[in-house]
């Protein structure tokens, strides 16, 4: 499994969208960067298979997507759904929040975040047990 993520082709592409985030990207990293969340690593556009996620914890084998109104077409919604079956065919479980969530609502977004990292499954079987 360990060569379905970074792959080399996506360096660069990774890179880009790292320096340019969108607002609520920066304003999530601020909450997830360093460990801050509970102890779990998080990573900002990270590579898995053919796709560039938003963050990534491996820990928690969770993908975290802030989605702008261009996830609203029909196009963006089928890339999105081939995306996530990829991702759940990978084991790993995608949560999904808008921009405006992000920006309005960060204690929802984290509070949501905290449900997911504190039930019993990855984060309990990997032996990081939580506060």
């Known amino acids: 499994m360990s060569d379905l993520f970074n792959l080399p082709h996506n360096n660069l592409k990774r890179r880009m969208l790292r320096n340019n985030s969108t607002s609520p990207e920066q304003k999530l990293w601020y909450f997830l960067r360093n460990k801050q969340f509970y102890g779990f690593k998080f990573r900002r556009q990270t590579g898995i298979g053919p796709y560039i996620v938003d963050f990534y914890s491996y820990d928690l084998k ?12 029909n196009k963006a919604k089928n890339y999105d759904l081939r995306r996530d079956k ?17 920006m309005n609502n960060i204690e929802g977004v984290l509070e ?20």
């Open 62 to 73: 969770l993908v975290i997507e802030v989605d702008g109104d261009s996830h609203g077409s």
């Open 86 to 102: 990829y991702m759940k065919e990978n084991g790993i479980k995608v949560l999904r929040f808008t921009n405006n969530e992000v």
């Open 112 to 131: 949501r975040l905290k449900e997911y990292a504190t039930s019993p499954g990855p984060s309990y079987k990997e032996g990081n047990y939580l506060p």
